[in-house]
């Protein structure tokens, strides 16, 4: 723990815009019946009631269920029938008892939903429950509307819910979902800013989680790959090879936005770190056995093999630190020398002639190859033809987050391939608009919307982070400066 | 409403005795496990509990589940599967999720309780939780501890959980049942009125009670059989054929146990209301069709026929009012010649000559010739041979509540059978504290313990007021000045 870097984040805590949203329901509800509310968007917030009885004076308490959902069908789930994985305590749900009437009910929790759902179950037959009122409180740190952007009604569709993602996403810190897990994480930290930058500009949030992450590394070095700042900071003591590497580029991008050069100098080291304690876990040039790595991310793919992406991700981190290092005039020969080092032994590694793309221990997939050609492995040219190549393999495992269909998106445009990026940006994030999403989902697979590496869709987060990309795809490549 | 009246009621309002029980359970929980506690007594207040994590920082709400029962086996019940006809929402249970840790969690209902499960259903696997305390402030407005009475260890046991199921049952006014239905109920306060001026003597509190009937009777006299005083005092609108008749033996006790003659004369007029609001009801000195009195209880027994049972409560009634006037010097001659009329037409209409018992309607019941025995009709020789001959009768429907029973026992005392009366009391009371009885239950069939009118035992209250007069009974009976 770093006190002076935990004293800057504090600082540059940032104060909520609350906005008052209220309902008059007037539902009058018997034993066993339910309203549903839709506040029309997706908000983050606080919610209170107003109840009032109808009938003779209330023989019995009233019990009501409250269940908050970012999508409609989640009021409608038999959430006791929950087994998945993670905890069932982040089904957005409430019980409480009325012993008098009228009632004012404050729930004190946050909740992030466009639908709610009052149930009563349980009450006397001498009176009803009468929902007069429901008011939400919203809360983000986002500090403006955003003008949308877009060449089609679907494109202006997608930007709109891409900045909504973001802004209900930006809180305390940049969360990584607001239903769930309410938590800054380094993946999610490093698209959030790139939008940010486009957008809404709170580059003192993105420079306050940056210190967070910073103040919470190990006495080696070693970063979080996500931090808890409730009840007070704390990084969660895992770390993952690909997140650590991508805290190079966030802060970079950080600098190159802001041009804050005095926050750059001061997580430089840190920076430098991440490369080190990369390198101790590779041999010959390649990432040992992913069993030995600690968990590596690059998508919510349990079948998938890593040590191919992972050794992209280290080459797009490094070439990004020696860039930087450049730009401050720092000799990065020895850098250099390692970058070409890395790239030679990851082709000898991953590449299989026979088949002209990247394979991981035997495996195909969109990720190993995609960073690959982030990486810098291949020319533009072949990274093309890689890309091309991979499209028509049926056997190729494929993204299964927009946080992996993103990097697929921008090695498509790295590779001089912009109309088929924007094609798959307006087919992939197009349907989940098609499916009347408010906000884009953390995990999106067009063949399986309702799949979860969680066991169960409830628990799924229809609102993330790593999902609002568009927003700066349209703007950084496409509409620089037309609409801004 | 009479104004005047509720102020009365108001300014006796009790200051309530708290008392502090903390148990420190160090209980380790993961998700799907429960630690169950036990306070060692029944109690009636509020609880708050501490709440630490165990292992890493959490990366989830907990959600916890809390279940207060009476008896231990309330714990578990499937709660989910109650569809008693009456509120579900009386089960004393509550979810709370925690977000952050520690948590002090106050549960800001009242329960009545000894036995209470804390039972985490939702948790990540990454922490643990940890019940550190549970802190419980009961309450009751019994002013004092009173000491035993009692001949046999039996008789003492009986004697103390009376003395707790009173004390229990007093709140801000005589409640029938701190579980449910926290209520004023007319025929519960006379018992526990009884009971009261032998043991705790908080007579200000019957006065207050008997001045909250009073002051929620309709322009037309008639009584409430309960009466609400949260949020604020009102009759619950429904009368009670024989709770509003004893209304006044239970005004005329309390002046017996306090010689406050100013509150009897306030209310006799009241109490001769009763009187000609149940002649209204009557025709050639018998109660009319059951159908057509409104409820009328005598029992927790729906097959129970109660035109003679009601029709003994009214002779009951009235003679207490004559007794009553007399003392006060009044002249009872119409109300003497009415007592008459009546008590020679229940003969007629319900006496069967052949079985030497009372019929309603062909039907047998303890309950009917109970209350013939009470109100006079027959002689205690002729009652001692009709309750005789009645105890060898099997098709005769039975008591099924202690309230009922009570009035059994007094009927056999009255009689002349002591012996008979004490020996029941032993046996019927005794059974429940070989049950395990910390408290004296609202209903009571030795054959059919887990019997409920409501459809589930789950919502029967198992602290009841009417249940408590066997401390009543022991010193007003036997021990008068033994031990007191």
Redesign the interface.
Known sequence: MNSRFLWTAKQLKPTLTKSKHVLIPKASLA?GEHVDLDFGDHYVGHIHFVFQKEG??P?????LHFIFGEKKWELEEDN?AYHG???????QE??V?I???PAKINLS?RYAFRYCRVEL?????AYRVLLQEATLISETSAPEKIAIVGETDQEKAIDRVSLRTLSECMQDVFEDGPK??H?LWLGDLRLQALVNYQTYRHNDLVKRCLYLFAGTADKNGVLSASV?T??KV?G??ASMSDYSLLFIPTVYDYFKATKDKETLLELLPLMRTQIKLADAQMKDGVFLDPNRLGWCFIDWSLELKKRCACTGVYLYALRELIECERELGYDVKSEEARYQEVKEAAKKEFYDEKNGLFFCDGQLSFASNIWMVLGGVLSPCEGKEILLRLERRDDAIRPVTPYMMHHYLIALYECGLAGKMRNLMNEYWGKMVQDGADTFYELFDPEHPDASPYGSRSVNSYCHAWSCTPSYLLRKYFLHGEQL
């Open positions: 034993e003779r004076h023989d019995s308490p009233a019990l006791s994985w993670i905890a069932k305590s982040w089904i409430e019980w008892h012993d008098e009437f929790r179950l349980g009450c006397s037959q769930r897990d938590r808890f409730k009840p704390v969660d003591g």
